[in-house]
């Protein structure tokens, strides 16, 4: 199994370009999420949704937009890039259960300049 | 709202020493509590976990054990190999409602020398 694919794995961006991250599983999940890693500070979600047409802000929304219109697919939106958005994008799924294991991709790298 | 402290690192050790990483938590609720382990260059994945009070979680030598009492839950590891270095984070889980969010702490590096 695939399980989580993220891509690309290293972007590099001027500021005001927009991108998307993709992100996809192949576990038939109900909850996936995006966090973004920076020194220091752990992974803080971004936004994560429980359900093909749900989803919701997690810890620190801005400037990223999400949709989930399958199952499979959660790609998150760059609208129009900052330096601040530098830092390493984590996309994850679980089965929506409180003691399952949540399984993450391997991870994006964006470099905003 | 939930958080999770955990010690901050990095932390270094010779190999076969005992390790100890320090979680601690803060929840509204009762919920699962997890170590994950970030190898250089790679995602999060899950070490070992534990659902409820007293349960002891256990993986490659690792073991936390969920103490409501205290709110913890300690990562130990009785002798270290340099293949441990990595990024270990405590994380719980908030059963709340019909969600279910993780909940971070902001990591621990810890380094293995020969």
């Known amino acids: 199994n695939a399980g989580v694919t993220q891509t690309p794995k290293f972007q590099v961006l001027k500021t005001g370009q927009s991108m998307t991250l993709q992100c996809a599983q192949d576990m038939n999940h109900e909850y996936m999420s995006w966090y973004r890693q920076d020194p220091g500070m752990g992974l803080r979600l971004i936004h994560y949704?429980?359900?093909?047409?749900?989803?919701d802000q997690g810890e620190v929304p801005n400037g990223y937009n999400v949709s989930r219109s399958t199952t499979e697919d959660f790609p998150l939106r760059l609208l129009s890039a900052a330096p601040s958005q530098t830092s390493v994008y984590f996309c994850?799924?679980?089965?929506?259960?409180?003691?399952?294991?949540?399984?993450f991709g391997q991870g994006t790298r964006l470099t905003v300049v | 709202g939930n958080s999770v402290t955990q010690m901050e690192g990095p932390v270094t050790l010779s190999e076969e020493a005992f390790l100890t990483i320090n979680c601690t938590y803060t929840a509204t609720g009762y919920p699962s509590l997890f170590w994950y382990v970030q190898y250089p260059g790679e995602g999060l994945q899950l070490l070992l976990k534990?659902?409820?009070?007293?349960d002891k979680g256990s993986n490659k030598g690792f073991e936390a054990t969920y103490r409501k009492e205290t709110t913890s839950f300690h990562l130990e590891k009785g002798s270290v190999q340099v293949s441990d270095s990595a990024v270990y984070f405590c994380a719980l889980s908030d059963r709340g409602g019909s969600n279910y969010k993780l909940t971070f702490g902001k990591g621990t590096l810890l380094t293995v020398n020969p």
């Open positions: 994850a799924s679980h089965s929506g259960r409180g003691n399952t294991e949540a399984f």
């Open positions: 534990a659902t409820k009070a007293d």
């Open positions: 949704s429980v359900g093909a047409g749900i989803t």
